[in-house]
């Protein structure tokens, strides 16, 4: 059922200290605005909002003089309603900063409400790298990963294995258009082509007649510039027509290991995707993904899950350290050094408001050495962050010619 707002739960330490001391604690209040019930609802939806109530616990366990509480919302992947939450959260609610935030759309609307405001936007899921190109903020920091990041790790890749000729199939929103856009330079810088792309509408049960465009144009790989249940459908109608049999290869720029599940391996297998967080890359992974698994419902976390726990934790140290909740001076607080974050490993928020960190070039496995349900993905390769991400002064953001004259 859709939902325009909803108390999920606010996390109070009132039962851990006493009396006095709940009575004197700082408050912070952080809104968690994603798809609930759409095709992005798998990947963050819920799940984010457990991951967000996990970093508050987390948080507050370390800090017991402050209090977390956290919200959400749906944004129903319209921008228009995302924005017009926002605004109510910042005017009316209190609420000190927006997370999560799945679809670009969505996620730059709401980076202009916030923007000269005491709020932040935390857009761990947002992928539109123009949020930290030409249209960054002091008040927006970008977690997770983003499209320049996505289409280079996987472009790099397959171009420098032989996948020259390139077919994008991608979704008609600011996401699609900015991977599209993303991808296309570093085939063409690699000596590769773009035979071609289109773009369809999201949550589209039928991508027959794309799919067949994309293998009539002769290119080597076809490109799902798209996210959540769009690649699923994706992934599962191009098998269908029997693609991968004659010699296709899949790339899905967004995809995340829902996804794969979703489509099953036997049809998913060899697809190569990319991600900053995969549940069993080491013991710390495995560790929170385990305690992730036994508040949702036995799934496994996405790096969008992942994302959310670990830009709320960092956000929230960071409002610690600044002794204030204004959201200028905590992001700030947050660009000073690296932060050593336990799923991530270092991560380093730029002056453009983009965290770097390692991207993982995953590959789906065989089902036959599968040893599980979430066994899915093994790890062929990494890129540093500043290997992975746009170089800082590629992105026109007016943010880092102030930060070289300060």
Not at 244 to 265: C, V
Request: include cysteine; charge should be neutral; proline fraction near 3%.
């Amino acid at each position: 059922m859709r939902f325009v707002s909803r108390i999920v739960g606010g996390l109070m330490i009132g039962a851990m200290c006493s009396p006095a001391l709940a009575d004197s604690a700082r408050v912070m209040k952080i809104g968690i605005l994603n798809d609930a019930s759409g095709p992005y609802s798998d990947n963050a939806g819920e799940g984010s909002v457990t991951a967000a109530k996990m970093a508050a616990e987390d948080f507050m366990k370390a800090n017991p003089g402050f209090k977390v509480e956290i919200i959400s919302a749906d944004h129903q992947n319209k921008a228009d309603i995302g924005a017009a939450i926002a605004r109510r959260w910042m005017d009316q609610d209190g609420v000190d900063a927006v997370a999560d935030v799945p679809n670009s759309a969505v996620g730059l609307a709401v980076n202009e409400v916030v923007r000269g405001s005491k709020v932040a936007l935390i857009a761990s899921s947002a992928a539109s790298s123009d949020l930290t190109g030409k249209f960054c903020s002091p008040n927006t920091v970008q977690w997770t990963f983003d499209t320049w990041a996505s289409s280079h790790t996987i472009g790099e890749y397959l171009v420098g294995r032989g996948g020259k000729k390139w077919y994008f199939i991608a979704t008609d929103n600011a996401l699609g258009k900015s991977m599209v856009r993303d991808g296309t330079s570093v085939i063409t810088a690699g000596g590769g082509s773009v035979f071609g792309s289109v773009n369809v509408p999201i949550n589209s049960p039928d991508y027959a007649s794309f799919i067949l465009q994309a293998d009539a144009s002769g290119a080597d790989v076809i490109a799902f510039a798209t996210a959540g249940g769009d690649t699923v459908n994706l992934i599962k109608q191009s098998a269908e027509f029997g693609l991968k049999e004659k010699g296709r290869q899949f790339a899905a720029l967004l995809a995340t290991t829902n996804d794969i599940e979703s489509s099953g391996l036997a049809t998913a297998q060899g697809m190569i995707i990319t991600q900053p967080f995969y549940w069993d890359l080491n013991d710390a992974s495995r560790a929170w993904s385990a305690k992730f698994s036994e508040r949702q419902h036995g799934h496994s976390p996405t790096a969008f899950h992942a994302g959310v726990y670990s830009s709320v934790m960092a956000y929230l140290n960071a409002a610690n350290e600044a002794g204030t909740n204004d959201a200028q001076a905590v992001i700030r607080k947050m660009k000073e050094k690296p932060i050593d974050d336990a799923l991530y490993g270092r991560v380093v928020v730029r002056p453009d408001g983009r965290a770097i960190h390692n991207m993982y070039i995953l590959k789906a496995k065989d089902p036959k050495t599968s040893k599980g349900k979430w066994d899915l993905l093994e790890n062929i390769g990494v890129l540093s962050g500043p290997e992975a991400f746009r170089p800082l002064d590629q992105g026109g953001c007016t943010l880092v010619e102030s930060a070289k004259a300060n």
